[in-house]
Nanobody
Framework: QVQLVESGGGLVQAGGSLRLSCAAS????????MGWFRQAPGKEREFVAA????????WYVDSVKGRFTISRDIAKNTVYLQMNILKSEDTAVYHC?????????????????WGQGTQVTVSS
């Protein structure tokens, strides 16, 4: 079992920044990658970013490239999502997830552990 706890969401004006954190505990040794997904009301869940458990290798959805940065603190077993130049369309519940099933990074069904989610609201 892997436990994931997110924090850092909130309300921010367009153009502002937020940093999300995801603290992982439990059996993390078999993890291929850690990812962030988001789901806005009435929309499907969307891959946002991912990083290999080793910390080498990152992936982003096109809409956040150049604005969001995913990183990992190995000592703290924590993954971060730094979000800059936020836009109203970034408003969603953001979930952290751990992929222990396979090496395909953006495929949500390979992520078998999920956090409870944290709300990000960007006002225009």
């Amino acid at each position: 079992q892997v436990q994931l706890v997110e924090s850092g969401g909130g309300l921010v004006q367009a153009g502002g920044s937020l940093r999300l954190s995801c603290a992982a505990s439990g059996r993390t040794a078999s993890t291929y990658a850690m990812g962030w997904f988001r789901q806005a009301p009435g929309k499907e869940r969307e891959f946002v970013a991912a990083i290999r458990w080793s910390g080498i290798g990152t992936w982003y959805v096109d809409s956040v490239k150049g604005r969001f940065t995913i990183s990992r603190d190995i000592a703290k077993n924590t993954v971060y999502l730094q979000m800059n130049i936020l836009k109203s369309e970034d408003t969603a519940v953001y979930h952290c997830a751990a992929n222990q099933r396979g090496p395909i990074i953006a495929q949500a069904d390979l992520y078998n552990y999920w956090g409870q989610g944290t709300q990000v609201t960007v006002s225009s």
